[in-house]
């Protein structure tokens, strides 16, 4: 069974920091990750997807990358501002099952 | 990316009656998920809406308490019955990119609290 962790739980940093979120699952067995953000109250916005194939994807300020063999991924976001605040969630599509396996997410508020 | 819509928002229900959340999306879409995601917590799946077909249900969740309905490729229906507190959550439709590169969009869900 696919389990998906990130760390920290939460985070706060001060506005224009760098700043790294990890995520980490145990079957590398994947065909693609994802990164979400997620608003309070709201629904997902897909910021980042990243192919089982590939070893990062860059839009923008953030950058994620992917280490299947070790089942880890990161999102980097540079120089954050505070409409970075949100809670970011990764999710893992394995190749054995038709779904995506969300994280715990990581909270993050970014302070003016 | 398509462009999906949750009907209602969010509604108050009285414990022991049924809802019916819709998800209307822009395109014809294959995939297309139902998801809960409780208080505090990640996204859980409920199950995957086949069009034509039975929903496919993940452990946990049946059919009995979550019909589901894919009457064509661009909507769905998840009815959440004789509701309970414990099915205060938030429901989300969720569909794949139609260039099947496996990249899933989300509606802006529906927040349900059962008193």
């Known amino acids: 069974k696919q389990e998906v962790t990130q760390i920290p739980a939460a985070l706060s940093v001060p506005e224009g920091e760098n700043l790294v979120l990890n995520c980490s699952f145990t079957d590398s067995a994947i065909y693609n990750l994802q990164w979400f953000r997620q608003d309070p109250g709201k629904g997902l916005t897909s910021l980042l997807l990243?192919?089982?194939?590939?070893r990062e994807q860059t839009s923008g300020r953030l950058n994620a990358s992917l280490d299947k063999s070790s089942g880890r991924s990161t999102l980097y976001i540079a120089a954050s501002q505070p409409g970075d605040s949100a809670t970011y969630l990764c999710?893992?599509?394995?190749?054995?099952?038709?779904?995506?396996?969300f994280g715990t997410g990581t909270r993050l508020l970014v302070s003016p | 990316s398509a462009v999906i819509s949750q009907k209602p928002s969010r509604d108050i229900c009285q414990r022991g009656t049924s809802l019916t959340i819709q998800c209307q999306v822009d395109s014809q879409v294959t995939m297309m998920f139902w998801y809960r995601q409780q208080p505090g917590q990640s996204l859980t799946l409920i199950a995957t809406?086949?069009?034509?077909?039975?929903?496919?249900?993940e452990s946990g969740f049946v059919i009995d308490k979550f019909p589901i309905s894919r009457p064509n490729l661009t909507f769905s229906t998840l009815t959440v019955s004789n509701m309970s507190p414990e099915d205060s959550s938030i429901y989300l439709c969720?569909?794949?990119?139609?260039?099947?590169?496996?990249?899933?969009?989300f509606g802006e869900g529906s927040r349900l609290t059962v008193l």
């Open positions: 969720s569909v794949g990119n139609r260039d099947n590169t496996g990249e899933l969009f």
């Open positions: 809406a086949n069009q034509g077909s039975e929903a496919t249900y």
């Open positions: 990243i192919q089982s194939s590939q």
């Open positions: 999710a893992v599509w394995g190749t054995g099952f038709q779904k995506l396996v």
